[in-house]
C-alpha cells in the first residue's frame, strides 16, 4: 500500500520568515496530494490541495508543489504569522471514480514566534 | 452550516465497558471513515464507509466496529476497550473516498 513520510517533526520560524513542509510518496498511482491543517483542540482542516497534472498552486501566502518523477510534494507558507502555528498533515491517494483511499504523513508541529 | 459532529469530545472509561461514539455529517456524503492519531502516527484509518450499509476495514481496526445504517451518521463502537485504544479519534467525510475530507472536533478517549 501507500506510505507517506513527511519531514520535519517539528519546525520552528521567526514571525515573517518561510516554512516549508516537505512530504515523499511511495505509490506512483497516487495523483491527490491535500494538505491538512490542525488547530490545537479541533480537527484537521484541509487548506490546499494539489493533482498529478499541475505542478504548483497557491492560495494567498502558502502554496503547494509537486515533483511527479521524484514522488515528493512541498507545503510552503510565505510570511508566516502566529496564527500558522498549528499541526500540519499531508495525504496523498489515487485518483479516479473512487479517489481511492488518503494517506496521511506523520505531522508536522510549526511554530511561529513573534 | 457544513460540519461533522462527534460525541463526546471527551471520555474516560474503563477496560471492558462497552462505549460508542457518535458522527454525522449534513452535507449528504456518501464516504465516511474513523481515524485514531497518536503522536508521531500520524491520522490511521479505523474503518470507513462508502455509502449505507457498506463498511470495510481500515489500516487498525482490530478492537473497533462500526455501522452505516443512515447516510449522516457512522457511530464508532468498542465492544471491549483497553487501555491501548487510549486516543484521538477523528470523524471524516467526503464526497469520494480520498477526497478533500471534513473532519469533526475530535474524541479524545481515554482507558484505564
Known amino acids: 500500500g501507500e506510505n507517506v513520510e513527511q519531514h520535519p517533526s517539528t519546525l520552528s520560524v521567526q514571525e515573517g520568515d518561510s516554512a516549508v513542509i516537505k512530504c515523499t510518496y511511495s505509490?506512483?498511482?497516487?495523483?491527490?496530494f491535500p494538505w491538512y491543517k490542525q488547530e490545537l483542540g479541533k480537527g484537521p482542516q484541509l487548506i490546499i490541495d494539489?493533482?498529478?497534472?499541475?505542478g504548483e498552486k497557491k492560495d494567498q501566502r502558502i502554496a503547494v508543489t509537486l515533483n511527479k518523477t521524484a514522488k515528493h510534494f512541498s507545503l510552503h507558507i510565505t510570511e508566516t504569522q502566529p496564527e500558522d502555528s498549528a499541526v500540519y498533515f499531508c495525504?496523498?491517494?489515487?485518483?479516479?471514480?473512487?479517489?481511492?483511499?488518503?494517506?496521511f504523513g506523520q505531522g508536522t508541529i510549526l511554530t511561529v514566534h513573534p | 452550516e457544513a460540519q461533522v459532529t462527534q460525541n463526546p469530545r471527551y471520555l474516560i472509561t474503563v477496560t471492558g465497558k462497552k462505549l460508542t461514539v457518535t458522527c454525522s455529517q449534513n452535507m449528504n456524503h456518501e464516504y465516511m471513515s474513523w481515524y485514531r492519531q497518536d503522536p508521531g502516527l500520524g491520522l490511521r484509518q479505523i474503518y470507513y464507509?462508502?455509502?449505507?450499509?457498506?463498511?470495510d476495514k481500515g489500516d487498525v481496526p482490530e478492537g473497533y466496529k462500526v455501522s452505516r445504517k443512515e447516510k449522516r451518521n457512522f457511530p464508532l463502537i468498542l465492544e471491549s476497550p483497553s487501555p491501548n485504544q487510549t486516543s484521538l479519534y477523528f470523524c471524516?467525510?467526503?464526497?469520494?473516498?480520498?477526497?478533500?475530507?471534513?473532519f469533526g472536533q475530535g474524541t479524545r478517549l481515554t482507558v484505564v
Open positions: 505509490d506512483s498511482a497516487s495523483n491527490y
Open positions: 494539489i493533482r498529478s497534472n499541475v
Open positions: 495525504a496523498a491517494s489515487k485518483g479516479g471514480t473512487s479517489y481511492g483511499k488518503l494517506t
Open positions: 471524516a467525510s467526503s464526497i469520494l473516498q480520498g477526497a478533500g475530507a471534513f
Open positions: 464507509s462508502m455509502n449505507v450499509e457498506v463498511t
